[in-house]
């Protein structure tokens, strides 16, 4: 079984730029979160979709920012326009769906974003 | 605030030696705590998740505890070995349904021969 996948795994744009990161959960996870991790600080949660609906979006940092998962599949993940404090790594996760909020979630290998 | 400390900041231990990190939160209302195992260059990987009721879980040589009471956790790994380096992430799940995760800064393990 193939686990989660992000692509790309790096991208360096320039500021004002915009960029789109994706994420294959797997096969059958309703569950899908979005973190980031920025320079030097503690892995951040952005959001959690359950199939293509936006259960929690709270932690998206401001409105350039725009999460989408289509069919409740892929989900992408836009940034524009991209601020140098944008840069860091961008994590997917995915997760059976469990109703008691204890479900294991497994992480892609993240995209690096470098905004210059 | 949500928060989740971490100590030691970094660890360095001879392989075969045994060694404990520190989880501290300070996060209401509680639904579960896990740890995570982070390979540089890698995404975490799950290795405990307790919830309020349970106050040990092991994962082979990974055993983790969970104090509610002083909101304490700790994850002791037995007979180190050289792939035991990697950073040990504390995340905390907070709310009703457990779905808003507060992640520590994490503790960088070297284990070295």
């Known amino acids: 079984e193939a686990g989660v996948t992000q692509f790309p795994s790096h991208s360096v744009i320039e500021k004002g730029q915009t960029v789109t990161l994706r994420c294959d959960p797997i096969?059958?996870?309703?569950?899908l979160y979005w973190y980031r991790r920025v320079m030097g600080k503690e892995i951040k949660f952005l959001l959690h979709f359950v199939k293509e609906s936006k259960q929690d979006e709270s932690g998206m940092p401001n409105n350039r920012f725009l999460a989408e998962r289509t069919g409740g599949t892929y989900s992408t993940l836009k940034v524009q326009p991209a601020e140098l404090e944008d840069s860091g790594v961008y994590f997917c996760?995915?997760?059976?769906?469990?109703?008691?909020?204890?479900?294991?979630?497994?992480f892609g290998p993240g995209t690096r974003l470098t905004v210059l | 605030k949500n928060q989740v400390e971490q100590s030691p900041q970094s660890l360095i231990i001879l392989e075969g030696k045994n060694c404990t990190l520190q989880?501290?939160?300070?996060?209401?209302?509680?639904?579960?705590l896990r740890w995570y195992k982070q390979d540089t260059g890698r995404g975490p990987v799950s290795l405990t998740i307790?919830?309020?009721?349970?106050n040990t879980k092991s994962n082979g040589r990974y055993t983790a505890t969970l104090d509610a009471d002083t909101k304490q956790s700790s994850l002791h790994i037995t007979a180190s070995q050289l792939s035991d380096s990697a950073s040990y992430i504390c995340v905390v799940s907070a709310g009703n349904y457990g779905q808003n995760f507060v992640f520590g800064p994490g503790t960088r393990l070297s284990v070295l021969p």
């Open positions: 096969s059958g996870h309703d569950n």
């Open positions: 989880c501290n939160y300070t996060v209401s209302p509680f639904s579960n």
């Open positions: 996760a995915s997760s059976k769906r469990d109703l008691l909020g204890t479900d294991t979630q497994y």
């Open positions: 307790m919830t309020f009721s349970e």
